[in-house]
């Protein structure tokens, strides 16, 4: 049944087929990149400032860089951004991974190579986001958003298993060498999308930054969302990511973290396989109210750590992750101009980037004064209300899908 949908839904399309091939190419490639990374210089210096050093300079160029991404998605075609970003990304890894394999590696040259990795990749994310009504129909947004969606999940999983082995069996360098090949299959296969050409604004990059920042703040229900998910991720980063493996040392064990993390990765694809199908009147409300199954399980998490249950809500996590992330993504491509949608999803982009180094931050302080009990819980009640708060606006309950 789903296979015969899916048949003559968004997959009938071949620019989406290699849309969807090179996403999963490209990301199963930059889950390799910080194992591999930070097993290099690790090996180069064994200094966690220096690793530090180096995934900072990834990132920081990144972020900063993302809005000029969104402008750039949206002035130019996508299909020849997304050509070039990744094709960057292919040949500062490969650098990278030369400079590892001839023994001559520093410590200050992977942090200049990942810097201008991160700078290139700035302008993948907001034109990947951009494309996708580009490529389907309108009807078939939500479904091609649950397959990116898997597919991401898997590349995820999977590239960190791969990562795991090659480094382990064969190097950092060899990882590399091998994120470095995936960027050059996503730029092959995104070369053979053919878009229309796009008409230019003809405003500046400042003009096309204030355009972009008004059709964020026009719609209610996006920048409600958007801020009120830069505190939601702040919490969960600091509740399951980072303190999440101290409670597990305490209680039940590095192992059962790991199964407790793997049945969450299951939820994932569990929910992208749900959203093929299922269409609700209401996609935002649903996937934000159905994301307060985070609430118990984080309160559970800080005041009775046990196995079994934590099981259980860590596989609903994932699904109701999901299905408010297909709901979000497809929301903004159904209701937000396709010739703003990459300056918009930036703006969005951002938003969560700079929530995530906030939580990790802010976690072990607040472990250390308060206890990781109370910090769980509180975290968790402060999670109801931003999450309470979000539903109650009208703009984000009653968002529905388009009429046609």
């Given amino acids: 049944?789903?296979?015969?949908?899916?048949?003559?839904?968004?997959?009938?399309?071949?620019?989406?087929?290699?849309?969807?091939?090179?996403?999963?190419?490209?990301?199963?490639?930059?889950?390799?990149?910080?194992?591999?990374?930070?097993?290099?210089?690790?090996d180069l210096t064994s200094s966690p400032l220096a690793l530090g050093i180096v995934l900072a300079s990834r990132t920081i160029p990144n972020v900063v860089l993302l809005l000029f991404g969104g402008v750039v998605a949206d002035r130019f075609r996508r299909d020849h951004v997304l050509?070039?970003?990744?094709?960057?990304?292919a040949l500062t890894q490969a650098v990278a991974a030369l400079l590892l394999f001839s023994g001559i590696?520093?410590?200050?040259?992977?942090?200049?190579?990942?810097a201008l990795n991160g700078a290139a990749a700035a302008f993948?994310?907001?034109?990947?986001?951009?494309?996708?009504?580009?490529?389907?129909?309108?009807?078939?947004?939500?479904?091609?958003?649950?397959?990116?969606?898997?597919?991401?999940?898997?590349?995820?999983?999977?590239?960190?298993?791969?990562?795991?082995?090659?480094?382990g069996f064969a190097g950092s360098a060899w990882g590399l060498g091998v994120n470095a090949l995936t960027y050059a299959v996503a730029a092959f296969l995104l070369s053979r999308i053919r878009l229309t050409d796009v008409p230019r604004s003809g405003n500046s990059t400042i003009g096309d930054l204030k355009d972009g920042w008004r059709e964020f703040i026009a719609r209610q229900w996006v920048w409600v969302v958007v801020l009120a998910?830069?505190?939601?991720?702040?919490?969960?980063?600091?509740?399951?990511?980072?303190?999440?493996?101290?409670?597990?040392?305490?209680?039940?064990?590095?192992?059962?973290?790991?199964?407790?993390?793997?049945?969450?990765?299951?939820?994932?694809?569990?929910?992208?396989?749900?959203?093929?199908?299922?269409?609700?009147?209401?996609?935002l409300a649903v996937g934000v109210a159905v994301l307060v199954i985070d609430v118990p399980v984080m309160a559970l998490l800080g005041l009775h750590p046990v196995l079994p249950p934590l099981l259980a809500g860590f596989l609903l996590m994932g699904i109701a992750s999901s299905i408010f992330g297909v709901a979000w993504e497809?929301?903004?491509?159904q209701h937000v101009p396709e010739d703003r949608l990459s300056r918009v999803a930036s703006y969005?982009?951002?938003?969560?980037?700079?929530?995530?180094?906030?939580?990790?931050?802010?976690?072990?302080?607040?472990?250390?004064?308060?206890?990781?009990?109370?910090?769980?819980?509180?975290?968790?009640?402060?999670?109801?209300?931003?999450?309470?708060?979000?539903?109650?606006?009208?703009?984000v309950r009653e968002l529905g899908q388009p009429s046609a």
Avoid at 23 to 32: P, T
Avoid at 133 to 138: E, F, I, K, S, T
Avoid at 360 to 368: E, T
Wanted: glycine share 10%.
């Fill in 83 to 89: 050509v070039i970003s990744n094709t960057l990304c």
């Fill in 124 to 167: 993948t994310g907001p034109a990947l986001k951009g494309i996708l009504p580009q490529l389907v129909d309108r009807r078939d947004l939500q479904p091609a958003n649950a397959l990116s969606g898997i597919a991401r999940n898997v590349a995820l999983v999977g590239g960190g298993s791969i990562a795991g082995i090659i480094v």
């Fill in 348 to 395: 969005d982009m951002v938003g969560s980037f700079v929530a995530i180094p906030i939580g990790q931050l802010i976690a072990g302080p607040l472990a250390l004064a308060f206890g990781l009990d109370t910090v769980l819980w509180m975290g968790s009640i402060l999670l109801f209300v931003v999450l309470l708060t979000t539903l109650a606006q009208r703009s």
């Fill in 105 to 114: 590696a520093t410590v200050w040259q992977i942090a200049a190579v990942e």
């Fill in 330 to 333: 497809s929301a903004l491509q």
């Fill in 229 to 283: 998910f830069a505190v939601v991720n702040a919490i969960t980063v600091a509740g399951f990511a980072t303190l999440g493996p101290v409670v597990a040392d305490e209680s039940f064990g590095r192992l059962g973290w790991g199964i407790i993390s793997s049945a969450q990765a299951v939820g994932f694809l569990l929910g992208g396989v749900l959203m093929l199908r299922w269409r609700p009147r209401r996609p």
């Fill in 1 to 42: 049944m789903i296979g015969r949908h899916l048949r003559s839904g968004p997959l009938r399309k071949p620019p989406f087929r290699y849309y969807l091939a090179a996403r999963f190419s490209s990301l199963l490639g930059s889950s390799l990149a910080p194992i591999a990374i930070a097993f290099a210089v690790l």
